[in-house]
């Protein structure tokens, strides 16, 4: 069964620092890989797709990787804001028609 | 933008009560979900729905669990008899083709079992 875990649990930072967040799978034949953002109360939102296929996407200050031999994913923020202050969640698909999320990584953005 | 929506957003029952928890997937997707998370623990799958049945299911997906496309719109999540370990925000997902692209998800029904 795929393991997915996510590194560090929380972060904290100043406004307008880069950071990297991290995700780890055990199974490497995934379909793709999901970045979502919780916010207390509320859903998920699907912010990346990755697809085994592909290294990388982008969308604004946001990118992630994903290096399927390693089984590593990373959502690098640029230029951080407060706004962007919640819980990122990776999960991958592995063929099976569900994800499997990791357990979240609580970032904090200080003005 | 169109959105997925779940009612109610919260819901308490007694134990060994039935619950059906309610969504409105968006209207022209074709595959929907239903994920759970226990407070301070990952998001599960439960099951997925695709064609008016059930794709897959998790091994959480027991007979005390059901869902249900009623009409066009709505897709229901039925617990038979509830237990204090079913207490979980339940979200409900759609998407267009399935785990190939992205997910939306519903804003979550936090159901508490007393």
């Known amino acids: 069964k795929q393991e997915v875990t996510q590194i560090p649990a929380a972060l904290s930072v100043p406004e307008g620092e880069n950071l990297v967040l991290n995700c780890s799978f055990t199974d490497s034949a995934i379909y793709n890989l999901q970045w979502f953002r919780q916010d207390p109360g509320k859903g998920l939102t699907s912010l990346l797709l990755?697809?085994?296929?592909?290294r990388e996407q982008t969308s604004g200050r946001l990118n992630a990787s994903l290096d399927k031999s390693s089984g590593r994913s990373t959502l690098y923020i640029a230029a951080s804001q407060p706004g962007d202050s919640a819980t990122y969640l990776c999960?991958?698909?592995?063929?099976?028609?569900?994800?499997?999320f990791g357990t979240g990584t609580r970032l904090t953005v200080i003005p | 933008e169109p959105e997925v929506t779940q009612t109610p957003s919260h819901q308490v029952t007694q134990m060994g009560q039935e619950v059906i928890l309610r969504c409105v997937p968006i209207s022209n997707h074709l595959y929907f979900y239903w994920y759970r998370q226990i407070l301070g623990q990952k998001v599960e799958f439960l099951v997925s729905f695709y064609n008016n049945e059930i794709s897959e299911k998790s091994e959480i997906f027991d007979d005390q669990f059901s869902v249900e496309r009623p009409d066009g719109s709505n897709f229901t999540l039925k617990i038979r008899s509830t237990k204090l370990e079913d207490s979980a925000m339940y979200f409900c997902?759609?998407?267009?083709?399935?785990?190939?692209?992205?997910?939306?998800f519903g804003s979550g029904t936090q159901l508490s079992v007393l």
């Open positions: 999960a991958s698909t592995g063929g099976a028609n569900n994800l499997f």
């Open positions: 997902a759609s998407s267009p083709s399935g785990t190939n692209e992205k997910l939306f």
């Open positions: 990755i697809q085994s296929s592909q």
